[in-house]
């Protein structure tokens, strides 16, 4: 939370000032029962026999002007209030925003797995926004109510010392009743809370499930535990809310005895000649004063509540180290493989299994590997330590003699190493714009070379040409027309490394062969990671992944020979021996 | 905008019918209301009396002074009281009714045709039960406590004033609404700033989406700078819009308060002159215990005054979420099948009479298409994207009705049966897995909940699951989080073929079942599944054409047509659509 308080830094003025004017108003505010106060005493005068004979109408015009000239000092300093806070609150959040984008564009791999996309997104947006309003609300308001108590209670020492007793335990017994129920409601909100999410992961559930809940008939099942947390939601709401209502009816008593309070003690002084009848009446309007100033307070602390509970959130996202490790002093090693991984064992959590273990291997300029084993086997895992988006556990990986994790490296691998991921994602624009990823400054030819290397040409030419549109997230464009999309993207940049992570999958096998045969004429150092034995039979060097572990390294003819992994995998594709389904 | 306002009406009475059906809370919270406004009105009197008693040295009333207080306690109890059972009426009433309407809602869901499912974002629906309910929750919550109370407060302030003193109470009547009009002018003028704010914010919601969704990508592109320069662009342009937005509307209060300033100002002028001169109203003099009533008064008129134009616009924002939830209430539901009878255990015999299906008339599908499948036979369905081979199954299943010929299960009609009876002849794996939140085990046991541990065991076997099953934290009672959380796809795919392997229905969909499971896994587990497949009427689709290799026929779609059907060593010897995308699987 400490961290957020950094942003004020640059509204320090705003946020001064604000406050200020606000405590300006105020302060308007607690004369008037003053000023009412003496047009009783001095402008009535003394009463004879129920008459005012001693009235000075000059006077009481006077006071009532002074009381239009509060209301306009009042308006005044309150819309400069409101003008500082309402800056200062928008600058936090804009600022605010603006960091945390580019927090998060910096987090590593890991950091993005487990943070989530969603998480990423309400932080950015409702997370910011209920800060924004909450820090608004708190700059005009917070320090206002408790002034106005305060204040209240010193104007009544100048008007009546004596009434400061009263003052004082009033507002005691107030603060306590509302901390009172704040502190035991707003577990109980939490809670329910929590019960709200049930009801929402319910309802989410039965849209997204719609076809396998209807094929397997749990319409009824699926109705009776809705109902069931509804029902459980609404207990909760109940039970909270009539907690809460009492807050109202409470202070409400409590304010007025302490008027009657106040009201008797003054009486017995006026009648010793202590007190004025007008001196009684601003003591009054002072503590109706402080009842509405607590009603305003009660709401003003849920809002801020939840504020800082989105604070506490966004600070926990801007804390966040980058999980990724980077070095100073790595030696540049010279065995002269251009990618080379050392005994790399790699884990995605600490308690887990690893993802890779002990897997060595040495790969030479400009050749092809092929990355092939089961579902869950460590083959994405493995490309992706090539461009450094995760750390290992254990072990080095070198790319052209370089340890990866070295600072020098960083840029260099992000520039010279073209990644097509499983998942093809594309950006809202044209099919421009999308290739220029790979290359900023790249020619329209180089761009339709990439194109019709992926074989991204023909439906384009069918479309707009590179002024084709892309929706969000590519949903113009079928499965595996955006996967030749990306592929151009990564070949547009013409990378030193390509990896292609599974990313023909929905491709058709001929065109996939093409494809390959394409980028061997590029001379690239390239992986391949495939399911497919056909997509990596022709590589110089195929891995073989089993459970994170290398079973065997070798050319097609060598690992049918030597590794039965291999071997199932190949013939649970090949019929025996022929080529042959 | 035309269109909320011509449902209005509507949705106010619809709400009030779902209001009706708490009779007792409804009219306990108006009473109760009615009690508590009255008795605080009645407190400033009291106070204002009791300064009466005080006039100055020796000359205070201090019987009647208690006499008042008491009065004033017993006021004060009943308002603190009613105030508190009215709460609890309208908590209860405002509660119950986001309870029902949300229940009305899901049973709404369960019953929407598929279409509507698949054609309207998730994120919607789930917001209109969710965060549309909880508003107006709150909106329903506000307008109980406070419009019905604030309405017979301002009657009750103004009836008050007009007998005790009608000379201020005119003015007081008509000075306040003015910061009704303040109100609105800054309403309608800020708007604007709202819309800016509004738009600005939905452009950076997209962009964020976008550069979040895609972070990985951005990258490994290193792409990072100008997605950074894009979004700082956005976000000066939104904290100017928020600026202008927040700052103008907040003008709002200090301006109604300046007003109400000025009528105070007026009431003690009128209110102190009356008291010097002696006026006489109402057969007593205007005292200084009258003035202190007619200035606490003031305050009190005016602050549900200014409160209610609040209320007004929140209720109008829960009215239109009402109105957000009542028409996914109203969505058209899949034709019931209340009346149809049972299908009970199906033989397996399909039928494709001339089908004809389009999910928008515009643009058609599946057109004259006829298939007959005996019972035990394996149908493969192969195809390019979009060519109609998930449309067929959603007509098998009755996702989606026929809109020309029949489909039939043993020679009857699918339509003249209940869904549910049909939909449970078949056992169904898609592509896209879905899991729900819970166990491993209540995952798997779905379709025949009342099985036993060693059967399903044997069917976690049979899949190849029970293995990872096994490592997984607690087994088969590990939680799995929404949709399978943790679990990689092939994973998430053979727990959805264990739950078909238990449930044992005569009739297979198997709509690319194995495409994230790797083929060494699938090799395995294909015995089990050809056990699975005998004598059971199979549809399957997929891309890898070995696994479909042995089956009785095969359909080649072509843009919803059947373009070419018959068996593997058939089609390749008749050289056309199949034999090209075979060949070129393996070229």
């Not at chain 1, 606000?22 to 505010?29: S, V």
């Not at chain 1, 594309?426 to 020619?443: I, P, S």
């Not at chain 2, 004033?72 to 603190?80: D, I, N, P, Q, S």
């Not at chain 2, 109203?330 to 399909?350: H, N």
């Amino acid at each position: 939370m400490k961290k957020l308080f950094v942003y004020f830094k640059n509204y320090k003025l705003q946020s001064v000032l604000g406050p200020f004017f606000k405590l300006l108003e105020a302060l308007f505010e607690l004369f008037v029962p003053i000023v009412v106060g003496l047009i009783v005493d001095k402008g009535l005068g003394a009463p004879v026999n129920g008459a005012y004979p001693n009235a000075d109408t000059g006077y009481i015009v006077k006071m009532c002007l002074l009381l239009v000239g509060f209301g306009l000092f009042g308006l005044v300093f309150s819309v400069t209030a409101q003008y500082f806070a309402a800056r200062a609150a928008t600058g936090v959040a804009a600022d605010m925003r603006k960091d945390l984008f580019k927090k998060l564009q910096a987090l590593s791999y890991k950091d993005i797995d487990t943070l989530g996309t969603a998480t990423m997104l309400t932080r950015m947006t409702s997370d910011v926004d209920r800060f924004q309003s909450g820090v608004n609300l708190a700059l005009r308001l917070f320090l206002r109510s408790p002034f106005i108590v305060f204040g209240a209670m010193i104007t009544a020492y100048f008007v009546d010392p004596a009434s400061i007793g009263v003052f004082a335990i009033a507002i005691a017994a107030l603060a306590v009743v509302v901390f009172a129920v704040m502190f035991i409601c707003m577990p109980l909100y939490k809670k329910t809370q929590g019960k709200l999410d049930k009801v929402l992961l319910s309802t989410r559930e039965n849209l997204t499930g719609a076809r396998v809940v209807r094929a397997f008939c749990l319409e009824d099942e699926e109705k009776e535990l809705f109902d069931k947390r509804n029902e459980e939601l609404n207990k909760g709401r109940k039970f909270v809310g009539a907690i809460a209502a009492i807050t109202n009816p409470l202070t409400y008593v409590l304010v007025n005895f302490a008027i009657i309070a106040l009201i008797y003690s003054g009486a017995i002084r006026v009648d010793i000649g202590n007190l004025s009848q007008g001196s009684v009446l601003a003591l009054y309007n002072l503590m109706s004063q402080i009842l509405i100033e607590l009603i305003k307070l009660a709401n003003l602390i849920v809002t801020v509540t939840k504020a800082a509970a989105c604070g506490g959130r966004i600070a926990a996202v801007l804390d966040m180290q980058p999980s990724l490790t980077v070095e100073d002093d790595c030696q540049k090693e010279t065995t002269g493989a251009f990618v080379r991984f050392d005994n790399v064992t790699m884990r995605y959590n600490d308690e887990g299994e690893p993802a890779l273990s002990n897997v060595s291997f040495a790969v030479n300029k400009g050749e092809t590997v092929g990355v092939i084993g089961g579902t869950g086997s460590g083959k994405t895992t493995l490309v992706n330590l090539i461009p450094h988006f995760y750390d290992v556990e254990t072990g080095d990986v070198f790319v052209d003699g370089y340890n990866v994790r070295e600072k020098g490296a960083q840029s260099y691998l992000r520039e010279s190493v073209g990644v097509v991921p499983q998942k093809a994602v594309l950006f809202k624009g044209t099919v421009r714009e999308n290739l220029l990823w790979g290359k900023a400054d790249a020619t329209d030819e180089a761009l339709w070379t990439a194109l019709k290397m992926a074989r991204a040409d023909e439906f384009l030419l069918e479309k707009q040409g590179l002024e084709t549109p892309v929706e969000q997230g590519g949903k113009n464009f079928s499965g595996d027309q955006k996967q030749r999309l990306t592929i151009a993207r990564a070949l547009v940049r013409k990378p030193e490394i390509l990896i292609l992570d599974d990313s023909s999958s929905a491709l058709d096998y001929a065109t996939d062969a093409e494809l390959r045969k394409g980028i061997r004429a590029l001379n690239t150092t390239t992986f391949i990671v495939s399911q497919r034995a056909s997509s990596v039979r022709d590589a110089d060097k195929i891995i073989v992944l089993d459970d994170g572990k290398t079973v065997g390294i070798g050319t097609h003819n060598e690992l049918m020979q030597t590794c039965e992994v291999y071997r199932e995998i190949y013939f649970s594709q090949y019929e025996d021996g022929g080529e042959t389904v | 905008m035309n269109g909320v306002n011509v449902k209005k009406p509507r949705t106010l009475r619809r709400v009030l019918r779902y209001v009706g059906k708490y009779p007792i809370s409804l009219i306990g919270s108006l009473l109760f209301s009615l009690l508590t406004v009255a008795a605080t009105l009645c407190v400033p009197v009291l106070f204002g009396d009791a300064i009466d008693c005080i006039i100055g040295k020796g000359n205070v009333d201090f019987d009647g002074l208690i006499a008042v207080f008491i009065k004033t306690a017993v006021a004060v109890g009943v308002a603190a009281l009613s105030q508190w059972l009215a709460s609890l009426c309208n908590n209860r009433i405002s509660c119950n009714v986001v309870r029902d309407l949300r229940k009305d809602a899901f049973a709404k869901i369960r019953k929407l045709p598929l279409q509507y499912v698949d054609t309207h974002a998730h994120g919607d629906t789930v917001s209109r039960v969710i965060a549309d309910a909880e508003q107006f929750s709150d909106g329903l919550l506000m307008g109980f406590t406070q419009f019905f109370t604030g309405i017979t407060t301002i009657f009750g302030t103004i009836g008050f004033m007009l007998i005790t003193n009608w000379k201020i109470g005119l003015i007081v009547i008509f000075l306040t609404p003015l910061s009704i009009l303040v109100a609105r002018f800054v309403a309608t003028h800020t708007h604007k700033f709202f819309v800016e704010q509004a738009k600005t914010r939905g452009e950076q919601t997209a962009f964020t989406e976008e550069a979040i969704g895609g972070l990985k990508t951005t990258q490994a592109f290193a792409h990072e700078d100008e997605n950074e320069q894009k979004f700082n662009e956005i976000n000066g342009r939104l904290e100017k819009a928020a600026m202008n937005a927040t700052f103008y509307s907040s003008l709002v209060n200090p301006s109604t308060r300046f007003i109400n300033n000025i009528v105070y100002a007026i009431v003690a002028l009128i209110g102190a002159l009356d008291v010097a001169s002696g006026t006489v109203i109402a057969g007593a003099a205007f005292t200084v215990g009258g003035l202190t009533k007619f200035l606490s008064y003031a305050n009190q008129y005016t602050k549900p005054f200014n409160e209610i134009s609040g209320v007004i616009t929140e209720l109008k924002s829960a009215f239109a979420c009402a109105a957000r939830i009542f028409q996914l209430i109203d969505e058209k539901e899949e034709v019931s099948d209340k009346d149809k009878e049972e299908m009970g255990e199906a033989e397996g015999y399909i039928d494709l009479e001339n089908v004809y299906f389009s999910y928008v008339p515009e643009k058609k599908l599946i057109e004259g298409l006829s298939l007959k499948a005996n019972k035990g036979q394996r149908i493969a369905i192969v195809g390019r994207t979009g060519s109609g081979k998930t449309t067929l199954i959603n007509l098998l299943m009755r996702f989606y009705d026929v809109t020309g010929g029949a489909v039939k299960v043993d020679e009857r009609d699918i339509r003249t049966v209940t869904r549910r009876s049909l939909r449970g002849n078949y056992g169904m794996v898609l592509q896209e897995t879905w899991l729900k939140s819970g166990t491993v085990r209540e995952n798997i046991k779905m379709g025949k909940p009342d099985c036993s541990d060693e059967e399903m065991i044997a069917a976690a076997k049979a899949a190849h699951a029970h293995s990872f099953i096994k490592r997984m934290e607690k087994g088969y009672d590990t939680l799995l989080s929404e949709d399978g959380g943790s679990l990689s796809e092939g994973q998430k795919q053979l727990l959805c073929i264990t739950r078909v392997m238990l449930a044992l229905p005569p009739m297979l969909i198997l709509d690319e079942a194995t495409s994230s499971i790797d083929t060494r896994t699938e090799r395995k587990i294909s015995d089990a599944f050809d056990k699975l497949m005998k004598g059971r009427t199979t549809f399957i689709v997929a891309h890898r054409l070995s696994t479909i290799v042995n089956a009785d026929c095969i359909l080649v779609m072509e843009n919803g047509h059947v373009v070419e059907q018959g068996t593997h060593s058939g089609l390749l010897q008749a050289g056309g659509a199949y034999a090209e995308l075979y060949n070129k699987q393996f070229s």
